[in-house]
């Protein structure tokens, strides 16, 4: 059973290009929340995706975007990169419990990352 | 979302029993407490998770107080492969349509010295 897949996991690009990162959720998982980690912090949270939209954001510009398709897959996309948004991209998955209450907290699966440098 | 606080670093030796306490004082009523551990170039991996009083799996324990105010994830015998980043979380609790999200803090880096 295939865990969180991302592509690509390394690449370069220079500053004011755009990017798109794409992540393949755990099988059964329906929920797909994006981080970013900078070197020696822990991960930072951009967005999530449910049935194709999204839920949660959290403090990132509008450069940053993304969508979830129907098969819960999704991308990251970064417009006009800037130095600063060199980083390591994580994508996580998870599953939303049933709505009969709430039944623990959601865990979520990460993948392998891509690692982002902007120059 | 409750924040929380955690030693920045810690060291120990190969075989010791390790402790890590974190802080979540303003913790709300339906939130749980989950710890991660992440090596250097992965994503973060899931260790264990509760709500309260005490849960052990095959990896570590959590030790959570009645006023859930902090929680400690004991690793038992810890060995070289167990250096590595560890987070806790708080939060995540579920509130419909899938609407919420984790927020890592900075994390304690545990250092396994032989």
């Known amino acids: 059973d295939a865990g969180v897949t991302q592509s690509p996991t390394h690449l370069i690009k220079t500053r004011g290009q755009q990017v798109t990162l794409r992540c393949s959720p755990k099988?059964?998982?329906?929920?797909v929340s994006w981080y970013q980690q900078a070197l020696g912090q822990g991960p930072q949270f951009i967005f999530q995706?449910?049935?194709?939209?999204?839920?949660q954001r959290g403090n990132f510009p509008d450069r940053f975007s993304g969508h979830q398709f129907p098969n819960y897959s999704s991308e990251l996309n970064v417009n006009a990169l800037l130095l600063g948004d060199s980083a390591l991209y994580l994508c996580?998955?998870?599953?939303?419990?049933?709505?009969?209450?709430?039944?623990?907290?959601?865990?979520?699966?990460f993948g392998a990352g891509s690692r982002l440098t902007v120059l | 979302l409750a924040k929380t606080t955690q030693p920045i670093s810690m060291d120990s030796y190969e075989g010791q029993e390790v402790n890590i306490t974190c802080s979540h004082n303003n913790i709300a009523t339906n939130d749980y407490i989950t710890w991660y551990q992440q090596f250097p170039s992965q994503g973060p991996r899931f260790i264990i998770q509760?709500?309260?009083t005490k849960v052990t799996n095959e990896v570590a324990s959590l030790f959570i107080p009645a006023d859930r105010k902090s929680s400690t994830l004991s690793l038992p015998r810890v060995s070289l492969s167990d250096t590595a980043v560890y987070y806790c979380l708080v939060g995540a609790s579920y509130s419909g349509a899938g609407s919420y999200q984790l927020t890592f803090g900075k994390g304690t880096k545990l250092s396994v010295i032989p």
């Open positions: 099988s059964g998982h329906d929920t």
């Open positions: 995706y449910y049935e194709e939209e999204e839920r």
């Open positions: 996580a998955s998870s599953r939303v419990p049933g709505l009969a209450g709430g039944t623990g907290a959601n865990v979520l699966t």
């Open positions: 509760g709500y309260k």
